[in-house]
């Protein structure tokens, strides 16, 4: 059974940096995409980031490119998201989400694994 837990969250000041880390276990996660999202309060939960593993392919949200940056560890079986620059519309809860038949790195929809979440907070 897929396992995905999140870690790293808290809470930062505007500008400042977080690395979050999904660790992934239960299978070989070696054809699938890795995907973060997150969910602000009152807001719908939204696309960050996603990474296929295979390749290393990534790709970004527009209002995170060029501040976050995904990608994986092989050998610890985990995936991180490295957020710079955060600003106070970051905060959320942030999902770490996987699934082998991914077409539309995007889409919620197409992930069947989660994790939990884990809050970032950043203040101005």
């Known amino acids: 059974q897929v396992q995905l837990v999140e870690s790293g969250g808290g809470l930062v000041q505007a500008g400042g940096s977080l690395r979050l880390s999904c660790a992934a276990s239960?299978?070989?996660?070696?054809?699938?995409?890795m995907g973060w999202f997150r969910q602000a309060p009152g807001k719908e939960r939204e696309f960050v980031a996603a990474i296929r593993w295979t390749n290393g392919n990534t790709w970004y949200a527009d209002p995170v490119k060029g501040r976050f940056t995904i990608s994986r560890d092989n050998t610890k079986n985990t995936v991180y998201l490295q957020m710079n620059s955060l600003k106070p519309e970051d905060t959320a809860v942030y999902y770490c989400?996987?699934?082998?038949?991914?077409?539309?790195?995007?889409?919620?929809?197409?992930?069947?694994?989660w994790g939990r979440g884990t809050q970032v907070t950043v203040s101005s």
């Open positions: 989400a996987a699934d082998p038949r991914v077409w539309n790195a995007a889409s919620q929809n197409q992930y069947n694994y």
């Open positions: 239960g299978r070989t996660f070696s054809n699938y995409v």
